[in-house]
Structures are given as structure tokens and as C-alpha cells.
């Protein structure tokens, strides 16, 4: 899977559903029509890390606990900032050990134009590569407080325009730290969630959004409908 933004601020445009059971297989064959090629069965374990008070001035680029990839530190720059902010940290987990991945910042949402409303949510992320260490003591370190932790398993799909597709359950993680330690789906077990999202820059947003509703319209026929989050 390519063309997944790095080390850079960009803009998130996100529609999600439910899938049932009855309509996985048929939704599976249909993605992978669109995108010329079978998705990737992924799993990955994500850390949600949030402040709400002012902190220090960021610490220097090499930490001794973690490496994150960012020319101005941008998480850091962003955390020394803001009010209220929220952190995801994302690590894969292949054959029991984790891969960590990168720190996914939330930034503000995008208010459309009155004369054209958005279909899909709008938000800014800030996304910084994991290099090597541990970015949970990094984050311990700044003086961010954790908020929760579940794990996330599915199949992921990437069309050749860019649009993410993502088909997955969540699962609490019932000892902390302990992503082996897992308990049932959150949803029932003959329910899926769903999210299709893509990239782009401020000015390219309307576009790209008409790109993810072909695609997204297109499921209609199988009874699938995704929308805005509520």
C-alpha cells in the first residue's frame, strides 16, 4: 500500500458505515474490482493520547526515547501550542510483535462553503513517521495524558486515484499494553465498520471528495451506505 501521506500536514476527507456479514463477500469482490487487485489483511494497535493545557516548548528532533521523523517536529511544534489536542499512535502488529507505524495529530475540521455543504468530513491531520524507540515515553514525556487503546483488524484496499477503503473490527484491549489480551468485537460479530478516505491538499478538497463518491455511491446497489460520522 503506497501513496499514504508522511511527515507532513494534509487534509482528511472520511465517509464510514456498517457492513453485515451477508454483504462482506459481495462488497470484498466489488472493492476489489474497483482497485484492480485483493486488499491487505492488516492489524494494528492504536494508542489515543490527549491535553488540554498549554506545554513546554517542543524537545529537540532526536530524542533518546523515540525518533519522529519531522523536519520542524511538528507534533511537538503543534502540542506546544494548541489547547486541546488529540494524538493517535499507530503500530502494527505482525506475527505477535509490533511495527510502530506513525503519530496521527488531529488539527482542525474544514468548514465547507454555504453554497456547497461537504458530503464527507474534512479534517486536518498531522502525520509524523515513527523512525525507531518507544513514542509512548516520548508522549509520557511532553506530558500528554493516555485516553485509550483498542485494536483495529480488517483489510485495507487503495485505488489507483488514492481512495483508502478500509473493512475492520475493533476490539477492546483488556490489560493495558497487552495487545495479545483481547476481547470481543465491540459491534456483534456479524457486523463489520467500514471507511473509505482520501488525501489532499486546501484547494484540491471539492475534487478529491467527488473521487471518494464514485466509489462510495457506487455501493448503493449492495445496500451500503457511508456518510458522514455522527
Not at 55 to 70: K, Q, V, Y
Not at 85 to 113: C, M, P, Q, R, S
Request: aromatic share 12%.
Amino acid at each position: 500500500m503506497n501513496n499514504f501521506p508522511t511527515n507532513t500536514t494534509i487534509n482528511e476527507i472520511k465517509v464510514s458505515g456498517i457492513v453485515k456479514e451477508e454483504q462482506y463477500n459481495a462488497l470484498i469482490e466489488r472493492i476489489s474490482g474497483f482497485c484492480g487487485q485483493k486488499g491487505k489483511n492488516y492489524k494494528e494497535w492504536i494508542n489515543i493520547y490527549k491535553t488540554k493545557s498549554f506545554l513546554p516548548p517542543p524537545p529537540p528532533t532526536h530524542s533518546t526515547t523515540a525518533n519522529i521523523l519531522s523536519e520542524d517536529v511538528s507534533v511537538a511544534n503543534i502540542l506546544s501550542k494548541t489547547k486541546d489536542v488529540e494524538l493517535h499512535v499507530y503500530a502494527d502488529i505482525l506475527n505477535n510483535k509490533l511495527k510502530w507505524k506513525f503519530i496521527k495529530t488531529f488539527g482542525k475540521i474544514i468548514i465547507a462553503k454555504k453554497e456547497s455543504p461537504f458530503r464527507a468530513n474534512v479534517r486536518t491531520f498531522t502525520f509524523s513517521d515513527i523512525c525507531d524507540g518507544n513514542p509512548l515515553a516520548f508522549l509520557e514525556l511532553i506530558n500528554v495524558d493516555f485516553s485509550y487503546e483498542y485494536i483495529r483488524e480488517g483489510i485495507k484496499f487503495i485505488t489507483k486515484n488514492g481512495i483508502f477503503i478500509e473493512i475492520y473490527r475493533i476490539r477492546k484491549v483488556l490489560k493495558r499494553a497487552t495487545v495479545l489480551n483481547v476481547e470481543d468485537p465491540f459491534l456483534s460479530e456479524d457486523l463489520y465498520e467500514m471507511e473509505a478516505y482520501t488525501f489532499a491538499s486546501q484547494e484540491n478538497i471539492y475534487n478529491m471528495e467527488k473521487e471518494l463518491f464514485i466509489i462510495v455511491d457506487s455501493l448503493a446497489n449492495l445496500e451500503i451506505f457511508l456518510s458522514k460520522d455522527l
